[in-house]
């Protein structure tokens, strides 16, 4: 007879009852995770919204069979019975959605149970591009003044994979694209559409015409009544009252002040009309719907948004109100159980995303293989792809650059310019940052190389701050084909040290003032934030006046090799992290701002890279 341990015995009670999961367990002795998992299929929605998901379920059932061990999944329907817009005729607007709970066991009672909350989801929402809980960022607090529709400000952008998947990308503050969704319509249009400066000029004077009036209408009644009442007393209650005279001035004070910002309101309105801009689409830096700041309704295209609202051309009326005329796929991984990940992992490989276009009525751009997010996050596009596996990089030598330019296909923050020196061009690092030349996901691996020509002024400051080269890795946007280095934080960026930024990085510091000479410093750092690596190494000839050098940085293996004007100066073992797969460098200065000497400079030119 075969023999069985308690856990597997335990669990095979768990299998005769499972219907109601209610088979007392030791908890202690359980593994959650291979308990058999159940599917829901949770009918809901009005008209025929179930029944045009059958597809959906089909492909699902199609790719999970049976549900992960570990896991119950539950497919529904939300939100069927709303409107997409309540200002105007509209199709219906709804959710399914799948939603992942892994089980948990109540030591109490030795019964086990789908855990009560979940972040791992997976919607699909019909005639919108945005989710009751994942609302598009930018949202303004006041209406557009033709409809009830909300504005966005926000910049919106739809960025093709390699297949020719359609992805919705969004910014609404510095920093970079953030992705929102796949978005799938028969339409190119989305149903958004951005206001005009005659259109936001006029919503955003009515909005805080009817705000001031009703703060003026407010404030009057308040003098008119505390003036009565305080009309009213006797001497003696004049005398005992004493603080009414303060509270009629200092309302008087909030009516005056409103009457005239009504009136700054309507002269600055005035003299908008009079433009001869106002057709065009507005860019902002901000909307504030509580105080009148028309000043900010106007921004550089650099700098500036977009105001979005609602389109409700977008959609055919004569089309039924169930059927989805566009759709966007959101989806929220919680990784840290392995139920929810394998599930996601094998939605992500086999899930064909060509039924998301057929049921919104769209034309398949991939229609022979089949069409996964596993693919279209790992396919490279043909500009990434046109990059050979070994070779050199090209990278300006500025010698035909415009001087005070922006170094021509060069990413980062606007401040560092070519800069006349010597008769020659050269790129002027005379701020913090980072800068890098455009790349496109290829490894620095063992031999990989990169050399520039160094120069800094005669005088510069001890404390002039540092030059910085580093090397990461870091996660690549096929989609966008760029890198997502950083956060909004610039307590995350890799120019500085000793912080858990979510990827290893090598750093590497050129000081030419320190303690009878400059310095070279490197610095490995894991994922997670920690050391790795440290060594300082002092060098005679980086020093104050001796300022023309030729650097070359070179990966051996796991080593790192560093040459100043062909003279090897570090030969230093185990910098790069074996596990980690570096791909991107950028080159910055850090501490300069604490220089004493303002006009402290690095010019660099001469740059060449090889993998």
Not at 424 to 453: K, M
């Given at each position: 007879?075969?023999s069985?341990s308690k856990?597997?015995?335990?669990?095979f009670?768990?299998l005769?009852?499972?219907?109601s999961?209610?088979?007392?367990?030791?908890c202690?002795q359980?593994?959650?995770?291979?308990?058999?998992?159940?599917?829901?299929?949770?009918?809901?929605?009005?008209g025929?919204q179930?029944?045009?998901g059958?597809?959906?379920?089909?492909?699902?059932?199609r790719?999970?069979?049976?549900?992960?061990?570990?896991?119950e999944?539950r497919?529904?329907?939300?939100?069927?019975?709303?409107?997409t817009?309540?200002h105007?005729?509209s199709?219906?607007?709804y959710?399914?959605y799948?939603?992942?709970?892994?089980?948990?066991?109540?030591?109490?009672?030795?019964?086990?149970?789908?855990?009560?909350?979940?972040?791992?989801w997976?919607?699909?929402?019909?005639n919108?591009l945005?989710?009751q809980?994942?609302?598009l960022?930018g949202m303004?607090?006041?209406?557009?003044?033709?409809?009830?529709?909300r504005m966005?400000?926000?910049?919106?952008k739809?960025?093709t994979?390699a297949?020719?998947?359609r992805i919705?990308?969004?910014k609404y503050?510095?920093g970079?694209?953030e992705m929102?969704g796949?978005?799938?319509?028969?339409k190119?249009e989305?149903p958004?559409?951005?206001l005009s400066?005659?259109?936001?000029f006029?919503?955003y004077?009515?909005?805080?015409?009817?705000r001031?009036?009703?703060?003026i209408?407010?404030?009057?009644?308040l003098?008119?009544?505390?003036?009565?009442k305080?009309d009213?007393?006797?001497?003696?209650?004049?005398?005992e009252?004493?603080y009414w005279?303060?509270?009629?001035r200092?309302?008087?004070?909030?009516?005056?002040?409103?009457?005239?910002?009504?009136n700054?309101?309507?002269a600055w309105?005035?003299a908008?009309?009079?433009?001869?801009?106002l057709?065009?689409?507005?860019c902002?830096?901000?909307?504030?719907?509580?105080?009148?700041l028309p000043?900010?309704?106007?921004?550089?295209?650099?700098t500036?948004?977009?105001?979005?609202?609602?389109?409700?051309?977008?959609?055919?009326?004569?089309k039924?109100r169930?059927q989805?005329?566009?759709l966007?796929?959101?989806?929220?991984?919680?990784?840290?159980?392995?139920?929810?990940?394998?599930f996601?992992d094998?939605?992500f490989?086999?899930?064909?995303?060509n039924?998301?276009?057929?049921?919104t009525g769209?034309?398949?751009p991939?229609?022979v293989?089949?069409n996964?997010?596993?693919?279209?996050?790992?396919?490279?596009?043909?500009?990434?792809?046109?990059?050979?596996?070994?070779?050199?990089?090209?990278?300006?030598d500025?010698?035909?650059?415009v001087?005070?330019s922006?170094?021509?296909?060069?990413?980062g923050?606007?401040?560092?310019?070519?800069r006349?020196?010597?008769?020659?061009?050269?790129?002027?690092?005379?701020?913090d940052?980072?800068w890098?030349?455009r790349?496109?996901n290829?490894?620095?691996?063992d031999?990989?190389?990169?050399s520039?020509q160094?120069r800094?002024?005669?005088?510069?400051a001890y404390?002039?701050?540092?030059?910085?080269i580093?090397?990461?890795d870091?996660?690549?946007?096929q989609?966008?084909e760029?890198?997502k280095?950083?956060?909004?934080?610039?307590s995350?960026?890799g120019?500085?040290?000793?912080?858990?930024?979510s990827?290893?990085?090598?750093?590497?510091w050129?000081?030419p003032w320190?303690?009878?000479g400059?310095?070279?410093?490197?610095?490995?750092?894991?994922?997670?934030?920690?050391?790795q690596?440290?060594?300082r190494?002092?060098?005679p000839d980086?020093?104050?006046?001796?300022n023309?050098?030729?650097?070359?940085?070179?990966?051996?293996?796991?080593?790192l090799t560093v040459?100043d004007?062909?003279?090897?100066?570090?030969?230093l073992?185990?910098v790069?992290?074996?596990?980690?797969?570096?791909n991107?460098?950028?080159?910055?200065?850090?501490?300069?701002?604490?220089?004493d000497?303002?006009?402290?400079?690095f010019?660099l030119r001469?740059?060449?890279?090889?993998?």
């Amino acid at each position: 007879m075969r023999s069985y341990s308690k856990t597997n015995w335990l669990l095979f009670i768990f299998l005769i009852v499972q219907g109601s999961l209610s088979a007392q367990v030791n908890c202690t002795q359980t593994d959650l995770n291979q308990v058999p998992g159940k599917w829901i299929w949770q009918q809901a929605g009005f008209g025929k919204q179930w029944t045009q998901g059958e597809s959906i379920r089909t492909e699902l059932k199609r790719v999970f069979p049976k549900a992960g061990t570990g896991l119950e999944v539950r497919f529904s329907i939300a939100f069927g019975s709303q409107s997409t817009f309540h200002h105007s005729p509209s199709p219906a607007y709804y959710e399914y959605y799948l939603l992942l709970k892994k089980y948990e066991c109540l030591r109490s009672s030795g019964k086990i149970q789908p855990e009560g909350e979940t972040g791992a989801w997976v919607y699909m929402v019909a005639n919108s591009l945005q989710g009751q809980l994942f609302p598009l960022p930018g949202m303004v607090g006041f209406d557009f003044h033709k409809y009830p529709s909300r504005m966005l400000v926000t910049h919106i952008k739809i960025e093709t994979d390699a297949a020719g998947n359609r992805i919705i990308y969004t910014k609404y503050r510095p920093g970079s694209y953030e992705m929102q969704g796949y978005y799938f319509s028969p339409k190119k249009e989305i149903p958004l559409r951005k206001l005009s400066r005659r259109e936001l000029f006029t919503s955003y004077k009515l909005h805080h015409e009817k705000r001031i009036k009703e703060q003026i209408e407010k404030f009057e009644k308040l003098v008119r009544e505390d003036q009565k009442k305080y009309d009213g007393l006797s001497a003696t209650e004049k005398k005992e009252q004493n603080y009414w005279p303060d509270i009629i001035r200092k309302n008087q004070e909030y009516l005056d002040g409103y009457k005239k910002e009504i009136n700054t309101l309507q002269a600055w309105f005035t003299a908008a009309l009079a433009r001869k801009d106002l057709d065009i689409e507005a860019c902002v830096e901000s909307v504030n719907s509580h105080f009148f700041l028309p000043e900010k309704l106007d921004a550089p295209a650099e700098t500036g948004y977009p105001v979005w609202v609602d389109d409700p051309g977008f959609f055919d009326k004569t089309k039924p109100r169930d059927q989805a005329q566009c759709l966007i796929l959101y989806i929220r991984r919680q990784d840290s159980d392995l139920p929810k990940k394998n599930f996601m992992d094998r939605l992500f490989k086999d899930f064909n995303l060509n039924v998301l276009y057929r049921l919104t009525g769209a034309v398949p751009p991939k229609t022979v293989a089949a069409n996964t997010l596993s693919a279209s996050f790992g396919e490279s596009k043909p500009l990434t792809r046109s990059q050979p596996k070994s070779r050199s990089l090209p990278i300006s030598d500025f010698r035909q650059s415009v001087s005070g330019s922006f170094p021509p296909g060069w990413e980062g923050p606007t401040g560092v310019s070519i800069r006349e020196f010597e008769k020659e061009s050269w790129l002027a690092l005379t701020q913090d940052g980072e800068w890098n030349p455009r790349q496109y996901n290829q490894e620095i691996r063992d031999s990989f190389s990169l050399s520039f020509q160094v120069r800094w002024n005669a005088d510069i400051a001890y404390n002039s701050g540092l030059l910085q080269i580093c090397l990461s890795d870091l996660a690549y946007d096929q989609v966008q084909e760029k890198y997502k280095p950083f956060t909004n934080n610039p307590s995350d960026w890799g120019i500085y040290p000793g912080y858990g930024n979510s990827y290893s990085r090598v750093l590497i510091w050129f000081d030419p003032w320190w303690n009878g000479g400059g310095t070279l410093t490197v610095y490995s750092y894991n994922k997670a934030g920690f050391l790795q690596f440290d060594k300082r190494i002092v060098l005679p000839d980086f020093f104050r006046e001796k300022n023309d050098h030729r650097i070359r940085i070179t990966r051996k293996g796991n080593g790192l090799t560093v040459t100043d004007n062909n003279k090897l100066i570090a030969d230093l073992p185990s910098v790069f992290l074996p596990t980690a797969r570096y791909n991107f460098f950028t080159i910055g200065r850090y501490k300069g701002e604490f220089s004493d000497n303002k006009s402290d400079v690095f010019l660099l030119r001469g740059m060449e890279v090889s993998y």
